[in-house]
């Protein structure tokens, strides 16, 4: 999504930026991903880390969920393009920065970053600006969702390659739609190559979230509602994998937050740890 006016990422895009640079700025290492690209295309200002949702204290198990759900996509990328995988697509791209830090594994795959159109239009101009570039091996894909635009074509127009396998990874986007529409986002993908993975992220019920997390969480939900984004669809664990079985992959896995915090922030002597709330959806095809 993007601000209708500016054509700027939308304010959920800009906090994930800049949880991203926090954890760099504020936590001590090891930093479990190191980006502050996302802070450099925003540009918020020397004020930035006054805002209500930067303090680190109170965002730091957001922060920390950002930051875990990021590596373990880049981690999974970079296997992915160890096995010989040449592509890779990001749906609703918003400030992704993969393609500026890790050029070294960017460049042997052709990554298509897909959002609405103002939103790419905005980070075409910003890389140029910056100094990055567009390299031809970064598509940006600009399709318009809410005008029905078909993505799976601009996708192929943009020189996907749907008889080869690919890595499709959608995070921070399921709560904002319908429950039909991830259904049929799903229908498309388990067409994919065989070899192809697709990660995805999705937001637990209440119920299901670690006591302690609730009231942060329940505080974002008007939050959201407010900037026109409201969350829509929670899913538990076996409602997702059924949803991604019933779409046409026969292989799924759900890969709790736990396990995320777990892999990455286990020993930590500063005690980050990510909050509960979004889980993961692994499947192959």
Request: hydrophobic content about 40%; charged content about 25%.
């Amino acid at each position: 999504m993007a601000d209708e006016q500016t054509g700027a990422p939308d304010s959920t895009a800009v906090r994930t930026a800049l949880w991203r640079a926090m954890h760099v700025q504020v936590d001590p290492p090891p930093h479990v991903v190191e980006d502050e690209v996302g802070l450099r295309l925003v540009d918020p200002g020397a004020e930035w880390r006054r805002r209500p949702d930067m303090d680190p204290h109170a965002t730091s198990g957001f922060r920390a969920a950002i930051v875990a759900r990021a590596r373990f996509i880049e981690d999974l990328v970079v296997e992915q393009a160890g096995h010989g995988v040449t592509q890779y697509v990001v749906l609703g791209a918003g400030l992704d920065t993969f393609a500026q830090r890790r050029p070294e594994v960017a460049s042997r795959l052709r990554v298509f970053e897909i959002d609405q159109p103002g939103t790419q239009a905005w980070k075409r101009r910003r890389l140029i600006d910056l100094g990055y570039g567009i390299p031809d091996w970064l598509r940006l894909v600009p399709v318009d969702f809410e005008a029905g635009g078909d993505w799976w074509q601009q996708l192929s127009d943009a020189g996907f390659d749907p008889r080869r396998p690919a890595v499709v990874v959608c995070t921070g986007v399921t709560m904002y739609l319908t429950k039909d529409a991830t259904a049929e986002t799903l229908r498309r993908l388990a067409g994919l190559a065989p070899g192809s993975t697709l990660a995805m992220t999705f937001m637990l019920p209440t119920e299901l979230i670690d006591d302690a997390d609730r009231p942060a969480l329940e505080a974002t939900k008007p939050q959201a509602q407010a900037a026109g984004t409201p969350f829509i669809s929670f899913y538990t664990p076996h409602e997702m994998l059924a949803l991604a079985r019933d779409a046409g992959f026969e292989n799924v896995r759900h890969v709790p937050g736990t396990a995320l915090a777990e892999r990455y922030f286990a020993g930590r002597a500063d005690g980050l740890r990510p909050s509960s709330g979004e889980d993961l959806l692994v499947a192959t095809v």
